[in-house]
C-alpha cells in the first residue's frame, strides 16, 4: 500500500438484492419509462423530473436503499472487527 492511500471502504463487497428484487426490477421500469426519456432529451426535465422521483419513490427506492445500507453496514462491521 503506498504511503498516504486511504483503503477502498467496499472492497470486497458484494450486495445480494434478493431482499429487494422486486423493488429494483420496478425501479428498472421506472428508469426506463421516465428517466431515460429526460437523459435523453426527449422531455424537458424541469417538465418531467418531480413524476419521474415520484414514481421512484413509488417502486421502493427507500426500501432498496435501506436494505443496501444495512448490508454493507454488517459487512462492515465483519471487516473492522
Known amino acids: 500500500m503506498s504511503i498516504g492511500c486511504i483503503p477502498q471502504k ?3 463487497f458484494s450486495f445480494d438484492m434478493t431482499p429487494v428484487q422486486t423493488e429494483y426490477a420496478q425501479m428498472q421500469a421506472v428508469e426506463q419509462e421516465y428517466f431515460n426519456p429526460i437523459t435523453n ?7 418531467a423530473i418531480d413524476e419521474a422521483l415520484k414514481k421512484l419513490d ?3 427506492i427507500d426500501c432498496f436503499l435501506e436494505e443496501y445500507q444495512k448490508q454493507f453496514n ?3 462491521e465483519s471487516k473492522n472487527k
Do not use: M, P, S
Open 10 to 12: 467496499d472492497l470486497g
Open 41 to 47: 432529451g426527449l422531455v424537458e426535465y424541469d417538465e
Open 58 to 60: 413509488e417502486a421502493g
Open 74 to 76: 454488517a459487512f462492515y
